[in-house]
């Protein structure tokens, strides 16, 4: 392990934001099978921190707001649809996610389909535009090369 890197369960944890944070945790969970960990509040009814985990994987965000460090980052409606980042999880049985994805109202923007480069997979936009992948595809197995 590098020696910056700290020996814990998952070292890169993606950060999001959301206008409506707590509708969108509630909507992650039911659409893409994340589970709440741990659920912060502010004092304007918005939320704090939230920690939602997804096997050893885990995602963290936060309410949208005008603070120092949310003028840093722009929600995707504010420029035309792009991200600069998108999560990628990786899932036992992509076409089962796929369809409870679907049936939560995902917004599928590559379908479903097997990779060249192994596995198979999809992408999709979450209620505020989120750009997510999710597949069968393991980086962590080793690949006959």
Not at 33 to 49: L, N, Q, R, S
Request: aromatic residues 10%.
């Amino acid at each position: 392990m590098p020696a910056h890197a700290m020996n814990t369960v998952c070292t890169i944890i993606p950060a999001l934001r959301y206008r409506d944070a707590p509708a969108a945790i509630e909507w992650l969970c039911k659409a893409f099978g994340f589970e709440k960990h741990g659920v912060y509040a502010d004092d304007t009814g918005g939320i704090a921190h939230a920690q939602l985990t997804f096997g050893n994987g885990m995602i963290m965000l936060s309410t949208a707001n005008d603070s120092e460090w949310g003028r840093r980052m722009a929600q995707p409606d504010q420029i035309g649809g792009r991200e600069t980042q998108c999560p990628c999880v990786i899932v036992s049985d992509p076409d089962a996610h796929h369809a409870m994805a679907v049936a939560a109202g995902a917004t599928i923007i590559d379908p479903l389909k097997d990779n060249d480069y192994g596995g198979r997979g999809y992408s999709c936009r979450d209620p505020e535009g989120h750009l997510w992948w999710f597949g069968s595809y393991d980086p962590w197995k080793e690949t006959a090369g």
